[in-house]
T-cell receptor, first 114, second 112 residues
């Protein structure tokens, strides 16, 4: 069964700290991987999309990497701010038998304390 | 309006009611999706439409009935739901295969 795992499930850090969120997937036949942010009771906001041919993507204080061989992606947040507090989800588009399936992790709930 | 818009944002219904959720995308995408998000579970894909044709139904009970009249609009018709169907229902759109998924704000459904 294709799975996406996010560790830790929750993380609390002081403001200003750099942090890394982890995402692992069970299938190396990955088409792309997308990181999202979700605020309580809201929809998902796309942060970064990494295609399988790419190693990383950057947007402002965010940097996402993709290592297909180890089945891992990381989301690096520099100089964290209280406004970064949210749940971060990764979703891997995995291919199997000619079809593609987008598989979500359960998310990491981040709290940045002022 | 921009992006993906969902209405209503909140819905409370009894088990015998019939209601519909609406989704509209203004991104020119050709694929639309319904997801269900329950507490402490990963997002569950319910339905996928590519170019108005349903291409995926993830064993969703028939009390949920999707409709996609065109590439910009998607509905989820609800009837005789159960309390366990209470969840956040999220609509998303993308260009087929290109991948990046854009979500609406969701419709919070409570079934009494």
């Amino acid at each position: 069964k294709q799975e996406v795992t996010q560790i830790p499930a929750a993380l609390s850090v002081p403001e200003g700290e750099n942090l890394v969120l982890n995402c692992s997937f069970t299938d190396s036949a990955i088409y792309n991987l997308q990181w999202f942010r979700q605020d309580p009771g809201k929809g998902l906001t796309s942060l970064l999309l990494i295609q399988s041919s790419q190693r990383e993507q950057t947007s402002g204080r965010l940097n996402a990497s993709l290592d297909k061989s180890s089945g891992r992606s990381t989301l690096y947040i520099a100089a964290s701010q209280p406004g970064d507090s949210a749940t971060y989800l990764c979703a891997a588009k995995l291919t199997q038998g000619g079809s593609e399936k987008l598989v979500f992790g359960k998310g990491t709930k981040l709290t940045v304390n002022p | 309006e921009t992006g993906v818009t969902q209405t209503p944002r909140h819905l409370v219904m009894g088990m015998t009611n019939k209601k519909s959720l609406k989704c509209e995308q203004h991104l020119g995408h050709n694929a639309m999706y319904w997801y269900k998000q329950s507490a402490k579970k990963p997002l569950e894909l319910m339905f996928v439409y590519n170019f108005k044709e349903q291409t995926e139904n993830n064993s969703v009970p028939s009390r949920f009935s999707p409709e996609c009249p065109n590439s910009s609009h998607l509905f989820l018709h609800l009837h005789t739901l159960q309390p366990e169907d209470s969840a956040l229902y999220l609509c998303a759109s993308s260009q087929v295969r290109a991948g990046e998924l854009f979500f609406g704000e969701g419709s919070r459904l409570t079934v009494l």
